[in-house]
């Protein structure tokens, strides 16, 4: 069974970066073919996704955020961060990691989550 756990700062300034990490257990991120990815969702409205790193390590973003964000992760202790720079109160949002499984040429749905955290952007 596979498990995530985000962990961060749960308040964060406007203008700064917003840091995540996605603790996994019970498998490597490493695996062939499951893609890790962040997912967003502001108060009141839908889920948002943002990025992803596939087992290869390479990476896609969501157009609308690519020019700030930043998906990294770190083999040896099994995890993946997210780097959201510039942050305004329009980032306030829950943070989920996830594991993607693969379609036919793009991730498809996501078989785990990790109960997310809440990050707020406020001075």
């Known amino acids: 069974q596979v498990q995530l756990q985000e962990s961060g700062p749960g308040l964060v300034k406007p203008s700064q970066t917003l840091s995540l990490t996605c603790t996994v257990s019970?498998?490597?991120?490493?695996?062939?073919?499951?893609?890790w990815s962040w997912i967003r969702q502001p108060p009141g409205k839908g889920l948002e996704w943002i990025a992803y790193?596939?087992?290869?390590?390479?990476?896609y973003y969501n157009p609308s955020l690519k020019s700030r964000a930043s998906i990294s992760r770190d083999t040896s202790n099994n995890q993946f961060s997210l780097q959201l720079s510039s942050v305004t109160p329009e980032d306030t949002a829950v943070y989920y990691c996830?594991?993607?499984?693969?379609?036919?040429?793009?991730?498809?749905?996501?078989?785990?989550w990790g109960q997310g955290t809440q990050v707020t952007v406020s001075s």
């Open positions: 996830a594991r993607f499984v693969p379609g036919t040429y793009y991730p498809s749905h996501a078989d785990y």
């Open positions: 019970g498998g490597s991120i490493t695996t062939r073919s499951y893609y």
């Open positions: 790193i596939a087992y290869s390590g390479n990476t």
